[in-house]
């Protein structure tokens, strides 16, 4: 069935080859995980398929991608869970805290994105270029801010943080970017939902003063979250789900001060409750980011970003099921309030880099280290590997008991 559908793409692509660009790369990666005296290994293979045509005025962008997975595919997050509180659930409901990965993905309980062998269109927009306005239709990158590790006005994507910079998925938008004089320009987009009141609606005004960009913006858009604190969600997510409608007021700036390279991004947002019972930790918050970096004459490169979210706790005895379990499945950035990401980077050579980063959560003193390296093997042949080592006490953000691992991974570009 797989294969149908791939050539069901890729022969069509290959009839407009002469009038598409076509690129791409294909990735295998192996993820490996030692959680006590045990050794676990996540393997993945990915296919992206780009294709791109410009024409006068339009110009169409898209990619496939097939992503298939292999070995532990099979993960129970009560074990990552701290012993207080995998203490409370009971053996019966273990299988329901169960994340899938590969063939057997499936729904068994309030985990909410199984992650399946599959093919899916990634991003596929339409870009009608004016004088001075910018229309983009379709399925398309949304990213906001200028955090390198955390975006607080980004509201559709949340990065990992041992991998900040890999590709985020595209998001059905109409964009609209004008240009009003030459130091402002209007940015905005629509994103439907299934209601008026479930579309993201964002409107931002960007402009320059001396050596920095900066904008400010307002947002609103829907937003899930599942009390997993509730009886209910074992038996049906949904009746454990509330949906709000936050209103986001923020900015962001980046620029260059003494040398340095500094930029900052942030905003408080509004919550009203549309639907569910609501959540006792809910409440109006801000959420801020402030970072610096700086590049040697040698190339050794240091960077350093803080975050802080107020709705979340600043102690880890506070951390609840619910805490843990957002941040699992990625309703929120963080764990804890406070939290720093810390990077050096040196290339060795042109083609050879060494790095370090440190991942902390300042509320709880946890942090996990991450040495790394990437290598140009060949011409379109890119090596990655990096450990990562967790430090804190059981219960913290970063517990030496979540396990430590690494990964490895070859991207081959065509």
Do not use: C
């Not at 009839?15 to 990666?29: D, M, N, T, V």
């Not at 379709?138 to 200028?146: E, S």
């Not at 009203?272 to 959420?287: A, I, T």
């Amino acid at each position: 069935m797989i294969k149908s559908v791939l050539l069901l793409i890729i022969f069509p692509v290959m009839l407009l080859s002469q009038q598409l660009e076509i690129f791409g790369y294909y990735e295998p990666q192996l993820l490996g995980v030692k959680m006590g005296d045990r050794y676990y290994n996540l393997a993945s293979n990915k296919l992206r398929l780009d294709m791109s045509k410009e024409l006068a005025t339009v110009s169409f962008g898209a990619n496939v991608n097939y992503v298939s997975y292999h070995g532990k595919t099979e993960w129970n997050l009560v074990d990552y869970l701290p012993q207080r509180i995998a203490s409370q659930i009971p053996e019966f409901m273990h299988e329901y805290f169960t994340f899938y990965f590969g063939d057997l993905a499936q729904w068994s309980g309030p985990i909410p994105v199984p992650r399946p062998d599959r093919i899916f269109l990634d991003n596929a927009y339409a870009k009608i270029a004016y004088k001075k306005t910018d229309i983009t239709i379709g399925k398309q990158q949304l990213g906001m801010g200028t955090g390198y590790t955390w975006n607080p006005t980004d509201h559709f994507n949340v990065k990992d943080v041992l991998d900040p910079t890999y590709e985020q998925t595209g998001h059905n938008a109409i964009r609209l970017e004008s240009q009003l004089t030459s130091s402002l320009t209007v940015d905005s987009y629509f994103s439907p939902g299934a209601e008026i009141e479930d579309s993201g609606v964002m409107l931002k005004l960007k402009s320059r003063i001396g050596h920095f960009d900066f904008s400010i913006l307002g947002i609103r858009n829907s937003w899930q979250r599942t009390d997993y604190l509730n009886p209910a969600a074992i038996a049906d997510p949904n009746a454990a789900l509330s949906r709000y409608q936050r209103h986001m007021l923020g900015g962001d700036l980046v620029g260059e001060l003494l040398g340095l390279g500094v930029w900052a991004e942030g905003g408080y947002t509004f919550i009203d409750l549309r639907e569910g019972m609501g959540l006792k930790d809910m409440h109006n918050f801000w959420e801020l980011v402030a970072g610096l970096d700086y590049t040697f004459n040698s190339g050794l490169y240091l960077m350093g970003e803080f975050y802080r979210n107020t709705l979340l706790p600043d102690h880890w005895e506070d951390y609840t099921l619910n805490h843990w379990m957002w941040y699992f499945s990625t309703e929120t950035k963080s764990m804890s309030r406070d939290n720093f990401f810390g990077l050096i980077n040196y290339p060795v050579t042109d083609l050879f880099n060494l790095g370090i980063m440190v991942i902390q959560s300042v509320s709880d003193g946890s942090a996990t280290l991450v040495p790394m390296m990437t290598w140009s093997l060949f011409q379109d042949v890119e090596l990655t590997v990096y450990l990562n080592m967790n430090t804190g006490t059981d219960g913290r953000a970063y517990a030496a008991n979540l396990g430590n691992g690494g990964m490895i991974r070859l991207r081959v570009f065509f």
